[in-house]
C-alpha cells in the first residue's frame, strides 16, 4: 500500500509543471487573441472603412436604443413620475397668471444652467474623446466678459440681452470699480455648472468598474482592461505615462477623499483612471462624486476661471499685442489683425441695439472654423468608437459559439 500511495504521489508532482506550463500557454493565446481582436477593432474607422463603420454604427445605435427602452421599461414607476412632473409644469408654463414672470426667470436660469452642464458632460464624457468646450465656449464666454468689463466699466450687463450679447450699460461705471472678484462672480454661475457637468461625465466609468467588480465579469470597457493589466504588471519597469497612472491609483487608494479630491482640482488627464480605481476597490458613491464634484466645479473651476480673467485683462491684452508688434519682420502684419478684432469688439460693445459694424476679421474666421473643425472630429469619434462596441459584441459572440462546440 505504501508502493501505491508512492506511486500516486509521483504522477502528481509530474504534471504540476505541466499544468503550470499549460495554464501559461492558455493565458498568452488568450492575450494573443484579445490583442488581435483589438487591433481589428481599431481599424474600423470613418475615413478607413466607411461603410462598415457606418453599418456597425447605426446597428449599435439600434443596440443602444433597445437597451435603454429595457431599462426605461423596468423603471417605469420612476419615468411615470417624471412624465407627470413634465405635465404638470406645461400646464403651470401655459396657463396665464401673475406667476408668468417667475415661471420665465425659472426657465431662463434652468436652460441656462442645462446648457452649460451639457456643456461639462461632453467635456468628460466623449464616447473615446471629449469636446473640449472650455476651450471652445466658457473660456471665450470669460474672456468676452472680462474685455466687456474693463471696456464699459461696469459688469451691470442689461438683460437682455445678456448673456447672448453683451452691449455696455447707458450709464457706464468707472474703469477702477471693476476687479477680478467682480468678474469672478459675474460669470461663477456658468463656470460651476460647467465644472459640474465635468463631474457628472466622470461618473461612467466609476460605475463601469464598480458594476465588474460586483460582478465578477469582464466590462465592454478598454480603459478598464487597460487598468487591469497595469495593476497585474505594477511591480515591473514602467515608463513614465504608467507610473504617472499607478501614481494617481495608489493616491486615490490610500488617500481617499482627500486624494480624489486633490486629483480633481487640477488639470488632470488621467482623472479617467481615478474614476476606475475608485469603482474597482468599491469606493462609496458619495465619497468619489462628493470629492470630484467640489475639486471640479468649485476649486478647479476657480483657478482655470482666475487664469482666463488675468490673462485677458485690459493691461495683460495691450501688453501682448505691443509684443507681437515688436516681433521683427513680421510683427506688425500679425498686430494689425488683433487691433482691429479688439477694436471691433470694442465697438459691438457701445452699440445697443444696433447692428455694429461689420467684423469680417480673419480671426474670428478661423476661430469659426477651428470650432467646427473640432465638433467634426467628435462626432466621428463618435461614430468610430460605437462601431467598434459593436465590432466587440461580434467578436464575443463569435468565441461563446467557439467554446459551446
Not at 471665450?140 to 474685455?147: C, E, K
Not at 457706464?172 to 465644472?195: N, P, Q
Not at 485690459?314 to 487691433?339: A, D, R, T, Y
Amino acid at each position: 500500500m505504501a508502493a501505491n500511495g508512492a506511486s500516486c504521489e509521483q504522477p502528481q508532482k509530474r504534471a504540476g509543471p505541466k499544468d503550470k506550463q499549460n495554464g501559461k500557454s492558455t493565458d498568452l493565446l488568450l492575450r494573443e487573441r484579445r490583442q488581435k481582436d483589438k487591433e481589428e477593432r481599431l481599424s474600423l474607422l470613418l475615413w478607413r472603412r466607411p461603410v462598415v463603420t457606418l453599418h456597425y454604427f447605426l446597428l449599435e445605435t439600434l443596440v443602444k436604443l433597445k437597451e435603454w427602452t429595457f431599462e426605461l421599461w423596468h423603471r417605469r414607476g420612476t419615468v411615470f413620475v417624471f412624465l407627470l412632473l413634465c405635465f404638470l409644469f406645461s400646464i403651470t408654463y401655459s396657463t396665464e397668471g401673475s406667476h408668468q414672470m417667475y415661471v420665465q426667470y425659472l426657465e431662463k436660469k434652468f436652460l441656462w444652467c442645462a446648457y452649460w452642464v451639457g456643456l461639462g458632460i461632453l467635456s468628460s464624457v466623449g464616447l473615446g474623446t471629449g469636446l473640449h468646450t472650455f476651450l471652445l465656449y466658457l473660456g471665450p464666454h470669460i474672456a468676452s466678459v472680462t474685455l466687456a468689463a474693463y471696456e464699459c466699466g461696469s459688469i451691470d450687463f442689461p438683460e437682455p440681452p445678456y448673456p447672448d450679447q453683451i452691449i455696455c450699460p447707458k450709464d457706464g461705471g468707472l474703469e477702477d470699480t471693476v476687479s477680478i472678484f467682480s468678474i469672478m462672480s459675474k460669470v461663477r454661475l456658468e463656470a460651476c455648472m460647467w465644472g459640474a457637468g465635468t463631474a457628472i461625465g466622470e461618473l461612467p466609468p466609476y460605475f463601469m468598474a464598480r458594476a465588474a467588480r460586483q460582478s465578477g465579469t469582464d466590462p465592454d470597457d478598454e480603459d478598464y482592461e487597460e487598468f487591469e493589466e497595469m495593476l497585474e504588471q505594477a511591480q515591473g519597469a514602467q515608463d513614465f505615462v504608467t507610473r504617472a497612472k499607478l501614481g494617481v491609483q495608489h493616491m486615490v487608494q490610500r488617500v481617499g477623499f482627500f486624494g480624489i479630491l486633490a486629483c480633481a482640482s487640477i488639470p488632470n488627464p488621467l482623472f479617467d483612471l481615478a474614476g476606475i480605481t475608485c469603482g474597482h476597490f468599491l469606493v462609496p458613491f458619495w465619497t468619489f462624486f462628493g470629492a470630484t464634484l467640489i475639486g471640479k466645479a468649485i476649486i478647479k473651476m476657480h483657478i482655470q476661471k482666475l487664469f482666463v480673467i488675468i490673462t485677458f485683462s485690459k493691461h495683460i491684452v495691450e501688453q501682448m499685442v505691443s509684443l507681437i508688434g515688436s516681433v521683427p519682420s513680421i510683427g506688425p502684419s500679425i498686430q494689425k489683425p488683433f487691433s482691429q478684432y479688439l477694436e471691433a469688439q470694442k465697438n459691438k460693445l457701445h452699440h445697443a441695439g444696433k447692428s455694429g459694424p461689420v467684423d469680417d476679421n480673419w480671426l474670428s474666421w478661423v476661430f469659426e472654423k477651428v470650432v467646427l473643425v473640432m465638433v467634426c472630429y467628435f462626432v466621428i469619434s463618435i461614430i468610430n468608437s460605437m462601431a467598434q462596441s459593436y465590432a466587440k459584441r461580434l467578436q464575443q459572440l463569435r468565441h461563446s459559439e467557439e467554446k459551446s462546440k
